[in-house]
């Protein structure tokens, strides 16, 4: 089977956000769980994508962290179609469906590979005061007043985030956060992790992103689409963007890998369509013997 290292959500290499994607020879089933999570420690990346191609337009894609499986990946999904797409396997335009644990996403390829998220819930809120005090704890002791005046909650599309409004960029980019409390109180609460954001400026940004995932194994990931996503749902909420918003969310900073996460919302079918999309660069491909 031939493997690929993929930088999601940029155009060149070693920049945006990098995902190892294993293609699976036709018709052969995916290997043992066991072997899967193994290779993605091997290739020791956030995510692994392991994609099965089961139709003309019909693909199943699994995930593994180095630490086992998860439902959905958003950059390691841009990652998959994306050399899909790259290798002539699919033609660009193509709309695809992503079969995962979390239902039947669309994904349309090409040189931007928009995907479909899981439809959006609210998770919980963080009005419990003793609760918002342990998370602002496992932030590194963070004060309230660097807090923007929304409200913490927990959104999904397809994975669960805390979303944390920042007051500015300058106190995103000072976060420093407790991995080990951050950890346990992710597991508590059976959460990804933290999505903390500030509203952008006059620099074209919607809003800079960090992304705080030390559960999984990740202590800050550069390019983070299901999070992206869960935020474009929780601004939606909070009457900051309207139907028909396309963003640009800019993560990575931070760690030197800026990447550019663009997504989109249409509620034209009655209830939130949000997609999240950019483009990847292959950076190596092999075999695995």
Not at 63 to 90: Q, R
Not at 98 to 119: C, K
Not at 175 to 181: H, K, S, V
Request: glycine share 12%; charged share 20%.
């Amino acid at each position: 089977m031939r493997f690929y290292i993929v930088d999601a959500f940029t155009e060149a290499s070693f920049g945006g956000n990098t995902a190892g994607v294993v293609l699976l020879e036709p018709g052969a089933g995916f290997p043992d769980e066991g072997w899967m999570r193994q290779l993605a420690a091997e290739l020791r990346y956030s995510e692994t994508a392991f994609v099965r191609r089961d139709g003309a337009v019909e693909f199943t894609v699994r995930y593994f962290t180095p630490a086992g499986e998860i439902d959905l990946c958003g950059h390691a999904t841009i990652a998959s179609f994306g050399t899909l797409y790259k290798e002539g396997i699919i033609a660009a335009g193509t709309c695809c469906i992503n079969h995962t644990r979390v239902g039947d996403l669309e994904v349309v390829a090409g040189e931007l590979v928009m995907m479909q998220m899981a439809a959006p819930r609210r998770v919980a809120a963080f009005d419990n005061p003793g609760l918002l005090d342990e998370l602002l704890a496992s932030m590194g002791g963070l004060q309230r007043e660097y807090l923007a005046s929304l409200p913490v909650e927990t959104f999904s599309t397809g994975l669960p985030d805390i979303i944390l409004p920042m007051r500015d960029v300058a106190a995103l980019q000072a976060l420093r956060p407790d991995m080990t409390a951050l950890t346990a109180l992710s597991e508590r609460l059976d959460v990804v992790g933290v999505h903390a954001f500030a509203i952008g400026g006059n620099d074209g940004y919607t809003a800079h992103v960090r992304n705080f995932a030390p559960r999984y194994g990740i202590p800050e990931e550069s390019a983070t689409g299901t999070a992206n996503a869960a935020l474009m749902a929780y601004l939606h909420q909070h009457g900051c963007i309207a139907d028909g918003a396309r963003c640009v969310f800019l993560q990575g900073e931070a760690m030197g890998r800026p990447s550019l996460i663009h997504t989109s919302l249409d509620l034209s079918a009655g209830t939130p369509d949000i997609r999240v999309g950019g483009p990847c660069a292959i950076v190596a491909k092999g075999d695995i013997v």
